[in-house]
């Protein structure tokens, strides 16, 4: 910086006779050979003036002035319409076919203008609002047609400079009534449209892509033309103050698809990429676990009933899967009855005579060390960047005309703090984006080799410690899987008790959940829910079901005992000589 500024200085020091100035904090000129300060000062850009202050106002001209400045008349839906366009672009660079955009985002857009009759019909809801600006109905709403007229005079749009019926979007009540869009039914929106097209990317992927900035979200508004000028009521509608969470934006798209009224989504079939096989294989990769689990993974699969294509299915009228997740939720059921993860089972797993190498097998030691670590790096890396994150926009929206000036005081400010902090640190204001990837962590080949970043990778590790091999089949050395208690509860009284149970439940098992829920984005809860539906599917017929369900005080552990607050007791099952709540492995072989 200093080079560009003092190009055109081209004057020898006085002392050394070397041409080698740089300008100090002061603004001074100094010999970075010798460091002898000269008189001469650097010409900035004083930023502490207003522009506006020095104008000459003309009073007869100032009307004509304000119209031209807030831009021509628009409705609300056609800013997010442009924040749509963008979002999709966004996602075709990213890899998404550009058929996503034309064919499928356009086509569930217009079905959701008309259902809310905001467009393509003979009674626009917009209407109403333009009614009690002007004083009456116009010409083109009493014949049918859209209210929006381009011989209307200035009236309150004028006044303040918004959009046309942001005054609709500002009410409660009539949000809901007529089902008008916001920022997070934006990302819903995206998301129907790739569930429809089966692509690979999931809800969690498009949430992190939103953090990450490579999808126009926060500040999205700034896409928007030059003639569509946002102020005043239009700042609570566009502006984003916090990134939507995962359940948010699911339970968004589902009651998107219902006011819709799409009909039945594409079969999910195993060639799908949201299939839990597929699904369940990228996951495996990403959590460095080798690749003979991913076999047994499939059998639980099969086992529980998730592989059938009408359970997959999204049905608008029905339940939208947590695919992701529940692919997550497999792979753990799966590490379960494998390795116990009882705090007990996995560090002290009977070893075998093995015909290879120890090396050669898998171990949970070395897998948690590894993870671990990366885990640490990546959530530092995580806060470092939320820590950075621009929220601010270079394109501000002014709450009033009034206020307009103290807003470009304060932003003026904020550049010039930026600005400093820039020079003084000589690092960047803004962190850099990484580049978009599916897998937030990278791991190398053997241990030491080149491109490890992560660690060194574990997927040609063998089973053979708890796997022993039959006549035909081939069964886990662990006989037992324990499991918290299924009890049922009512589905709209009760949400999550993953808090009141997490006291009772094992180490390993919970720190599997912290890593899950942190790869997908979601809360260490909806991973567990997602558990126990799995194991509702697979312990037995009787305690099937989609809801969330209260477990019993307490948790089965190995061994048949329950433990209740530090107290340990014997289970009732087990003083009339039964055994305990436990799934044997030779019974339901997989």
């Avoid at 949400?495 to 809360?523: I, N, Q």
Wanted: proline share 6%.
């Amino acid at each position: 910086m200093d080079e560009a500024d003092t190009a055109d200085y081209t004057v020898p020091c006085a002392v050394c006779s070397a041409v080698n100035w740089a300008i100090s904090v002061d603004l001074k000129y100094y010999c970075k050979s010798c460091h002898n300060v000269i008189d001469k000062i650097a010409e900035v850009d004083d930023h502490s003036f207003m522009d506006y202050a020095n104008r000459v106002t003309d009073l007869a001209s100032f009307r004509k002035r304000r119209i031209v400045e807030h831009g021509r008349k628009w409705k609300v839906c056609e800013g997010f319409q442009f924040i749509l366009k963008h979002q999709a672009e966004a996602l075709i660079r990213m890899g998404v076919p550009p058929q996503f955009k034309d064919s499928v985002l356009c086509q569930l857009w217009r079905m959701y203008l008309q259902k809310s009759r905001q467009a393509y019909t003979q009674n626009p809801v917009g209407s109403k609002v333009l009614c009690s600006q002007t004083g009456g109905p116009s010409a083109n709403e009493k014949e049918g047609g859209p209210s929006i007229t381009e011989t209307e005079g200035p009236s309150a749009i004028e006044k303040e400079g918004c959009s046309e019926d942001s005054e609709a979007y500002l009410t409660l009540h009539k949000r809901r009534s007529n089902g008008l869009m916001n920022m997070n039914k934006t990302l819903a929106l995206l998301y129907l449209g790739l569930l429809w097209c089966r692509e690979a990317l999931t809800l969690a992927d498009l949430l992190r892509l939103v953090r990450e900035g490579h999808l126009p979200f926060i500040n999205a508004f700034e896409c928007l033309p030059e003639e569509m000028k946002l102020f005043g009521r239009d700042m609570p509608i566009f502006r984003v103050q916090s990134i939507p969470s995962y359940t948010m934006v699911h339970r968004d798209a589902c009651s998107l698809a219902r006011y819709i009224k799409l009909p039945c989504f594409p079969p999910v079939g195993p060639e799908c990429l949201q299939h839990p096989t597929l699904l369940t294989l990228r996951y495996l990769v990403l959590l460095n676990l080798p690749d003979q689990l991913h076999p047994w993974v499939c059998q639980v699969i099969h086992l529980v009933g998730l592989d059938k294509i009408s359970t997959l299915t999204f049905d608008p009228r029905a339940h939208l899967p947590f695919y992701d997740v529940q692919a997550a939720a497999l792979i753990v059921v799966t590490l379960k009855l494998l390795f116990g993860m009882d705090d007990c089972s996995e560090w002290y797993c009977r070893r075998r005579r093995l015909s290879l190498s120890a090396r050669q097998s898998f171990s949970v030691r070395r897998w948690y060390r590894l993870l671990q670590a990366a885990l640490v790096r990546a959530r530092r890396r995580e806060e470092d960047h939320t820590a950075r994150m621009r929220w601010t926009s270079q394109k501000p929206i002014y709450p009033s005309w009034e206020r307009k000036a103290s807003y470009i005081k304060k932003r003026r400010m904020v550049d010039q703090l930026q600005t400093a902090f820039t020079r003084l640190t000589g690092s960047p204001a803004e962190p850099e984006r990484p580049p978009p990837s599916s897998f937030r962590f990278r791991w190398g080949g053997e241990e030491g080799g080149e491109g490890a970043w992560d660690g060194p990778s574990l997927s040609h590790k063998t089973l053979d410690a708890v796997v022993k091999k039959q006549p035909g089949c081939e069964t886990p050395v662990n006989v037992a899987y324990w499991h918290p208690a299924l009890k049922k509860c009512i589905p709209w009284a009760c949400r999550s008790h993953f808090e009141e149970d997490k006291a009772t439940l094992p180490s390993m098992y919970c720190w599997l959940l912290e890593l899950c829920s942190f790869l997908l984005g979601v809360k260490e809860a909806l991973v567990h829910e997602e558990v126990l539906r799995v194991e509702r599917l697979m312990i037995g017929p009787q305690q099937r079901t989609w809801m969330p369900e209260r477990r019993d005080e307490g948790t089965t552990r190995r061994g048949g005992e329950t433990r209740k607050s530090g107290r340990t007791k014997p289970h009732s099952d087990r003083k009339r000589g039964k055994p305990a709540s436990r799934v044997n492995s030779k019974k339901k072989k997989l």
